[in-house]
T-cell receptor, first 116, second 120 residues
Framework: KQEVTQIPAALSVPEGENLVLNCSFT??????LQWFRQDPGKGLTSLLL?????REQTSGRLNASLDKSSGRSTLYIAASQPGDSATYLC???????????????FGQGTILTVHP | ETGVTQTPRHLVMGMTNKKSLKCEQH?????MYWYKQSAKKPLELMFV???????ENNSVPSRFSPECPNSSHLFLHLHTLQPEDSALYLC???????????????????FGPGTRLTVL
């Protein structure tokens, strides 16, 4: 069964800092990995999707990397802003035959606060 | 806005009530999903519908009953719930390019804003 862990659980930084969020998963047999953002009381917004054959994806100030063999991904946020404050979720879509097959398995998220 | 809407946004119900959650997607997708997000647990998949057919029930208790009358609408009917069922219920949709084999579908899922359910 796939398990996803995110570290740290919470992070508070001053505006302008570069920061890294970490995600690890137990089964490297994946189709892809996604990073989502969730604002309080709202649904999820997809930020970046990395296919298993890719090493990284970039969108604006966000850069996500994937090391499938070690079961790790990082989300790098450059020059953080107060508007970046949200919960960031990592999810993997498993391709290994088991109870997680084909499903998105989510981590518990990192709560990010960027203060002015 | 992601193109997926959910109503109501908040719901408080007693354990003997019957209520329904509604999800509608305006993206032309053919796969829809129900997820549960509890306070202390990661987001978890409940049901999957491909082309209006239920293709996954992730060991969900029968007090939750999904319905998908067409590819744009998804309902979750609730009855005799327990306080531990209080959670945020999220709907998602995606375009299934695999012809029904949703487990192989790697397309992005688009999520609605969720319904915050409180069971008293």
């Amino acid at each position: 069964k796939q398990e996803v862990t995110q570290i740290p659980a919470a992070l508070s930084v001053p505006e302008g800092e570069n920061l890294v969020l970490n995600c690890s998963f137990t089964d490297s047999a994946i189709y892809n990995l996604q990073w989502f953002r969730q604002d309080p009381g709202k649904g999820l917004t997809s930020l970046l999707l990395i296919q298993s054959s890719q090493r990284e994806q970039t969108s604006g100030r966000l850069n996500a990397s994937l090391d499938k063999s070690s079961g790790r991904s990082t989300l790098y946020i450059a020059a953080s802003q107060p508007g970046d404050s949200a919960t960031y979720l990592c999810a993997v879509r498993s391709r290994g035959k088991g109870t997680s097959y084909g499903k998105l398995t989510f981590g518990q998220g990192t709560i990010l606060t960027v203060h002015p | 806005e992601t193109g997926v809407t959910q109503t109501p946004r908040h719901l408080v119900m007693g354990m003997t009530n019957k209520k329904s959650l509604k999800c509608e997607q305006h993206l032309g997708h053919n796969a829809m999903y129900w997820y549960k997000q509890s306070a202390k647990k990661p987001l978890e998949l409940m049901f999957v519908y491909n082309f209006k057919e239920q293709t996954e029930n992730n060991s969900v208790p029968s007090r939750f009953s999904p319905e998908c009358p067409n590819s744009s609408h998804l309902f979750l009917h609730l009855h005799t719930l327990q306080p531990e069922d209080s959670a945020l219920y999220l709907c998602a949709s995606s375009q299934d390019l695999t012809g029904g084999s949703w487990r192989h579908n790697t397309d992005t899922q688009y999520f609605g804003p969720g319904t915050r359910l409180t069971v008293l």
